[in-house]
T-cell receptor, first 115, second 112 residues
C-alpha cells in the first residue's frame, strides 16, 4: 500500500521563478493538507483540500501561493515569483474521511531552496 | 488563536529509562491530539492518537490526556537510541475541518 508521494524531493529555484510541488495522497484518501516547515521552526498549516475543492486556505499567504486538487491527478502547491523566505520543507499529508479518527499521514516532503 | 506549547528541549534520557514528553494547549474545546516523531531531515511519522481523557497504550508508548488541565503527554518506556528524534504534539482543529496545529516539538536524545 503506497504511502503519500511527493515530488520533487528537492527543488532549487532562483528568485522570481515559479515552484510547483506535487502530492499524491495515499490510496483511498480524499483529503489533502499542505504544511510548511521553516528551518528550525515547527510545522505550519497552509491549506486543506478535497477533490476540486479548497476547504480551508487560512494558513496560505494571500499572494503568490495557490493550491489545487483536481478531479484527476495529484494536488499541486504553486508558488509564483519565489523569494528567499520561501525556502523551507513543504509537506503534504492525507487522510480518509471514513476513518473516524482523522489520522494524517505525511509524505517525504519537498525541500525548496531559493537562490 | 489556538496554541500548542512544548518544551523545545533538548531532553536527554539514559537508555532503558522512561522518557516523558509534555504538551499544553490553549483551546479548551480541543478534542483530539496526535503525537508525531520526526527524525532530522525526515517527515513526521504518526505515533499515537488520543481523544479520551486518561491513558492510551501502544507498545512502549503511552499517551495521556487531561482535558481539565489542558495537558497531553507521551511516555516512552525502555527508551532506545533509535527513539532519539523530535517529538511533535498536534491539536486537531475540529472534526470536519481537520487541520493540525503543531507545537514546536521537543528534541529527545537517548544516551547509550
Amino acid at each position: 500500500n503506497a504511502g503519500v508521494m511527493q515530488n520533487p524531493r528537492h527543488l532549487v529555484r532562483r528568485r522570481g521563478q515559479e515552484a510547483r510541488l506535487r502530492c499524491s495522497p495515499m490510496k483511498g484518501h480524499s483529503h489533502v493538507y499542505w504544511y510548511r516547515q521553516l528551518p528550525e521552526e515547527g510545522l505550519k498549516f497552509m491549506v486543506y483540500l478535497q477533490k476540486e475543492n479548497i476547504i480551508d486556505e487560512s494558513g496560505m499567504p494571500k499572494e503568490r501561493f495557490s493550491a489545487e486538487f483536481p478531479k484527476e491527478g495529484p494536488s499541486i502547491l504553486r508558488i509564483q515569483q519565489v523569494v528567499r523566505g520561501d525556502s523551507a520543507a513543504y509537506f503534504c499529508a492525507s487522510s480518509s474521511s471514513g476513518s473516524g479518527t482523522y489520522e494524517q499521514y505525511f509524505g517525504p516532503g519537498t525541500r525548496l531552496t531559493v537562490t | 488563536q489556538k496554541e500548542v506549547e512544548q518544551n523545545s528541549g533538548p531532553l536527554s534520557v539514559p537508555e532503558g529509562a522512561i522518557a516523558s514528553l509534555n504538551c499544553t494547549y490553549s483551546d479548551r474545546g480541543s478534542q483530539s491530539f496526535f503525537w508525531y516523531r520526526q527524525y532530522s531531515g525526515k517527515s513526521p511519522e504518526l505515533i499515537m492518537f488520543i481523544y479520551s481523557n486518561g491513558d492510551k497504550e501502544d507498545g512502549r508508548f503511552t499517551a495521556q490526556l487531561n482535558k481539565a488541565s489542558q495537558y497531553v503527554s507521551l511516555l516512552i518506556r525502555d527508551s532506545q537510541p533509535s527513539d532519539s528524534a523530535t517529538y511533535l504534539c498536534a491539536d486537531i482543529s475540529n472534526f470536519g475541518n481537520e487541520k493540525l496545529t503543531f507545537g514546536t516539538g521537543t528534541r529527545l536524545t537517548i544516551i547509550p
